[in-house]
């Protein structure tokens, strides 16, 4: 039951069409093979890999950049279109994993094996910023033209925080294999961007 894909093909076709929505230019398909790249690569860690995998097929696909809410949205969505493929704690395992996503916060999570899925999870949506810079500058203009609405000084200034944000925290990733691989970069690259939307 755990290794059946919970992901069928007909479900595949419905949520690649949302991702392919004109005003995606990072929030894509792209963006959702990338992850699921990578949670191919770090299989072995994953307690449910199907869970994780459709977590990530979720957890962006309802994305309004003016809105506040999408992950809870894309949540919701994830419990309706899931019922009956899985149970309903694992459909739960599911929701929580997306929620978290709004702010890459670790919930607080008793079960371990759940915490620690939500944690790689949460280091494969954020592997973007330890990219090599020139795949990190791409990301940040496709974030920029998705905010398309947004002028200038607002969006310095609200990126800004964000990037700062990132930067405070003792760690940008959860788990000991992302910060080995992408702690350092994505720490030079969010300087780098904070430094130029600074320097206006």
């Known amino acids: ?18 991702y392919q929505a004109g005003d995606r230019h990072y929030h894509s398909l792209a963006h959702i093979e990338a992850m699921l790249a990578l949670a191919g690569e770090y299989r072995r860690l994953l307690h449910d890999p199907e869970a994780v995998k459709a977590a990530i097929w979720f957890h962006d696909a309802i994305y309004d950049s ?3 809410d999408n992950e809870a ?7 309706k279109k899931l019922a009956g493929r899985a149970s309903p704690d694992r459909i739960a395992r599911i929701a929580a994993m997306i929620n978290a996503t709004a702010t890459h916060q670790l919930p607080p999570l ?10 790689l999870l949460l ?26 609405w947004v002028e200038e000084p607002m969006w310095r200034a609200g990126r800004a925080a964000v990037l ?4 405070a925290r003792p ?12 702690e350092a970069k994505a720490r030079q690259n969010l300087e780098r ?8």
């Open 66 to 68: 003016r809105a506040k």
């Open 164 to 167: 700062k944000s990132f930067l």
């Open 110 to 119: 008793s079960d371990e094996k759940a915490a620690n899925d939500t944690a």
């Open 193 to 200: 961007s904070l430094a130029t939307l600074q320097a206006g």
């Open 123 to 148: 280091d494969m949506d954020l592997a973007i910023l330890g990219a090599e810079p020139d795949a990190f500058d791409a990301y940040e203009k496709a974030v920029r033209r998705e905010h398309g």
């Open 73 to 79: 949205k894309s949540a919701d969505l994830a419990k």
């Open 1 to 18: 039951m755990e290794n059946e894909p919970l992901i069928d093909d007909a479900l595949k076709t419905e949520l690649s069409a949302l």
């Open 171 to 182: 760690h940008i990733f959860h788990t000991a294999e992302f910060r080995q691989r992408f």
